[in-house]
């Protein structure tokens, strides 16, 4: 019976280290078809005896904003927006550092966090806003329903996402992010740079660079014509090859290519 293995993360590389691991990869994967979600997990698949197919992820139309009409300028303080599961590898450290850096050098910032608990409690998160002195400047949404998200990112001006988690593979939240018109800051992992492209879609930094992340907010404040331009770009990026409709015709065209081999 063909098989279709849709992957949606990274690590089978590290799990192939073990030699019983790598045996059941390659009994699995053998002569069977799998979906990658962009080039930059070719790796993933190195050595095991399989086709490939890259299908990215997709936006419901729900996902969608009306598309922008003014030029886009942040408040003061500016809007910040993390948004994830709480994970401490998906960043949030990392931005409430850049935070601190931002104050330092006189920039103020207003900073929303949502998402449910991961490995990071209400707590941990708690401690971590006294440490950085960012309490009194967050606000915690908790989990949020796709209403309440929409509304987070109307309110944003950047969506900060400086995620080092090792098995990111396409961060859907990015992509909701662009398709809800805000412009966005990540890292330059995974799939990531596939779509937010440096200087055209979007900004990149390396992961866990905390100076790095609060320069390239401080060049986001400093050229509202260009932000705007990444912004309208990402918008148009996501209508053109993150649809529900490009995913529905990319998936059939797969499936109708298996059964005509077969």
């Not at 299908?55 to 009306?66: E, K, V, Y």
Request: proline letters at 6%; a negative charge.
């Amino acid at each position: 019976v063909p098989a279709i293995l849709h992957l949606h993360g990274c690590g089978l590389p590290d799990m192939r280290k073990s030699r019983s691991s790598a045996a059941l990869q390659k009994t699995v994967f053998k002569d069977q078809t799998v979906i990658l979600l962009g080039e930059n997990l070719r790796a993933e698949i190195d050595g095991l005896n399989c086709k490939s197919v890259i299908i990215r992820n997709f936006l419901t139309s729900d996902a969608f904003l009306p598309p922008p009409a003014k030029l886009w300028m942040p408040h003061d303080p500016i809007r910040l927006l993390w948004l994830s599961n709480l994970f401490h590898a998906k960043g949030i450290e990392t931005l409430l550092a850049a935070c601190q850096i931002l104050r330092a050098r006189g920039i103020t910032c207003d900073l929303t966090i949502a998402g449910a608990e991961g490995d990071l409690s209400k707590a941990d998160i708690n401690a971590l806003l006294d440490q950085y002195q960012m309490r009194a400047s967050t606000t915690c949404l908790g989990a949020v329903s796709m209403t309440a998200k929409l509304a987070a990112f109307e309110n944003a001006d950047l969506f900060v996402f400086p995620s080092h988690y090792p098995n990111e593979a396409q961060p859907l939240v990015v992509l909701e992010a662009m398709a809800a018109n805000v412009p966005v800051i990540t890292s330059d992992i995974a799939t990531l740079p596939e779509f937010v492209r440096d200087g055209e879609t979007g900004r990149l930094c390396p992961p866990q660079d905390p100076e790095k992340l609060a320069n390239t907010i401080i060049a986001a404040i400093n050229s509202p014509t260009k932000t705007s331009e990444m912004r309208d770009a990402a918008y148009q990026l996501c209508q053109e090859d993150f649809s529900n409709e490009q995913f529905s015709n990319r998936l059939t065209d797969l499936l109708n290519r298996i059964v005509e081999r077969r």
